[in-house]
């Protein structure tokens, strides 16, 4: 549990290679921290990795180490999965419309007008 709480740590509110290339990141989207995955060159063609639930972007480790030279990957954790912050339900609609609009939002934060959208 240490270990997994030290991670966080390290790659909250800033950039970490590991050894595969990818990037561990994070933003704000609607008042919350949005954790993600990103590796490849930002000019080729983006996939955006969307994982199922209950999941994370963790899921798409294995893609990661087969595509990031030849594609962008971006992989978002949903709020209350992976590294993401987990809102309070009484707050925060845990509901299929509601992640839309935050990814709807991620999109925009980062920049990513075009992309190839991968759903679980």
Not at 59 to 72: G, I, N
Not at 107 to 113: A, N, Y
Request: charged share 20%; glycine share 8%.
């Amino acid at each position: 549990m240490m270990l997994a709480c030290q991670a966080v740590t390290r790659v909250a509110g800033q950039d970490s290679r590991v050894e595969n290339g990818t990037y561990y990141r994070t933003t704000r989207v609607d008042g919350h921290t949005i954790f993600y995955r990103e590796a490849g060159p930002k000019e080729a063609p983006t996939l955006l990795l969307l994982h199922g639930l209950p999941s994370s972007s963790r899921m798409f480790e294995p893609l990661f180490a087969r595509l990031s030279d030849q594609y962008h990957l971006v992989a978002p954790d949903y709020p209350g999965f992976g590294h993401s912050d987990w809102p309070d339900p009484r707050t925060f609609a845990y509901t299929f419309d509601h992640y839309a609009e935050i990814i709807g939002q991620f999109t925009q934060t980062l920049g990513l007008d075009h992309y190839t959208l991968y759903m679980q």
